[in-house]
């Protein structure tokens, strides 16, 4: 069963805005208090993109995608949102939505779901 579906993605030329959800299952959403967002390029390992503590509306942004991106969440929906600005050829990547109850779970990626494709073109 997915519990986790990604939508938003397409192709872009560079500088422009994309904005990704993720939308969870009610049980999902509640059992996790972390939820992420993960990219991973053709020949390239998946790489960490944000991370947010939906209980304790944290958020971690990791380096390359800082000051670029946003990530919020809408707990009425149970979603997740990544927006994107400025985007460069280099964010070219599927980007995943992942959950976990701890950071550690969530890094494990073993609940995610199914991606959406960014491409962006100079």
């Not at 986790?4 to 993605?9: I, K, Y």
């Not at 790489?47 to 800082?66: I, M, P, Q």
Request: glycine share 10%.
């Amino acid at each position: 069963q997915v519990q986790l579906a990604e939508s938003g993605g397409g192709s872009v030329q560079a500088g422009g805005s994309l904005r990704l959800s993720c939308a969870a299952s009610e049980y999902t959403y509640s059992s996790n208090d972390y939820m992420g967002w993960f990219r991973q390029a053709p020949g390239k390992d998946r790489e960490r993109v944000a991370v947010r503590n939906t209980r304790a509306g944290t958020t971690y942004y990791f380096n390359s995608v800082k000051g670029r991106f946003t990530i919020s969440q809408d707990n009425a929906k149970s979603t997740v949102y990544l927006q994107m600005n400025s985007l460069k050829p280099e964010d070219t990547a599927m980007y995943y939505c992942a959950a976990g109850p701890t950071l550690y779970e969530l890094y494990e990626f073993n609940s995610w779901g199914q991606g959406t494709q960014v491409t962006v073109s100079s």
